[in-house]
Nanobody
Framework: QVQLVESGGGLVQAGGSLRLSCAASGSIFSSVVNWWRQSPGKKRELVAFINSVGTTNYADSVKGRFTISRDNAKNTVYLQMNSLKREDSANYIC???????????????WGQGTLVTVSS
């Protein structure tokens, strides 16, 4: 079964850090991988993305605090979040533009998300 599984969310105090993971099961990342976030009453926001050669980009709101990376050997993409603020609280969702499995390619694949709560 091809799916994205996020982990690493939780409750953290402001100023703290968390590392989120996004693992692709049954397939490999073959293109851009994005981290989005969404909190109640707000639009979904693109936080960061990384392409297949490691080029990254970040939302202005997280530049200098968040780092996206990928480990191709583990087929996992990470989001290291430092200096967390209350406004970073959200459901963080992994999204792959393309996944390649043994006999098929899958496009626009979304995970379920992992919840991050930052307390003051």
């Amino acid at each position: 079964q091809v799916q994205l599984v996020e982990s690493g969310g939780g409750l953290v105090q402001a100023g703290g850090s968390l590392r989120l993971s996004c693992a692709a099961s049954g397939s490999i990342f073959s293109s851009v991988v994005n981290w989005w976030r969404q909190s109640p009453g707000k639009k979904r926001e693109l936080v960061a993305f990384i392409n297949s050669v490691g080029t990254t980009n970040y939302a202005d709101s997280v530049k200098g605090r968040f780092t996206i990376s990928r480990d191709n050997a583990k087929n996992t993409v990470y989001l290291q979040m430092n200096s967390l603020k209350r406004e970073d609280s959200a459901n963080y969702i992994c999204h792959a533009n393309e996944l390649t499995a043994v006999q098929a390619r899958y496009f626009d694949v979304w995970g379920q998300g992992t919840l991050v709560t930052v307390s003051s």
